[in-house]
């Protein structure tokens, strides 16, 4: 079965700062993998993800993410943070494309 | 254009009550799924539904769930003689085929089982 691990539940940057978002997953065939934004009190949506191809991927917002095969990640990333981007953040990975498994989700938190 | 719609969006409930949640997807969209996602926990995968086909049940965590689509279209989650563990954000996305599609997520329905 697929799993996901978030390192981290929370992370807080001051603004400007980078942000890291650690993500790790388990997969027995090469998975497609997402990361997803839910910002206080709305619902999940799309901020990049990893099909074939390229393997670092460009989000909205400024957010990148690379897909490591041999170290089996999905960090994501940002060179600067913003006060708009706090929110709760999940890593999901799917195989066949029927199941998704999310991760457990970080919380950033952007110090001014 | 419209998006996933879930109703109702918050519901308080007695423990032992039947509770029936709605998600009405994207028009068009083939892939529905059902997650819970609980304090701490993340996203749960419940159900999925893809056109026609028989639904992946796999992640139903009793018998006292279940779920339905009509018509390819709508779909209700029921969950009967509910139980204080089943409190928790009940989240509906819908994609447009499976596979590496995004999942467009529903604004979800807060359940409360007291």
Redesign the interface.
Known sequence: AQSVTQLG?HVSVSEGALVLLRCNYSSSVPP?L?W?VQYPN?????LL?Y?TGATLVKGINGFEAEFKKSETSFHLTKPSAHMSDAAEY?C?V?D??????????TSLTVIP | GAGVSQSPSNKVTEKGKDVELRCDPISGHTALYWYRQSLGQGLEFLIYFQGNSAPDKSGLPSDRFSAERTGGSVSTLTIQRTQQEDSAVYLCASSPRPGEETQYFGPGTRLLVL
Do not use: D, E
């Open positions: 539940s497609y997402f997803y709305q619902g999940l949506q799309l993800k099909t999940f999901a799917s066949t494309g029927n199941q998704f498994y999310f991760g457990t989700g």
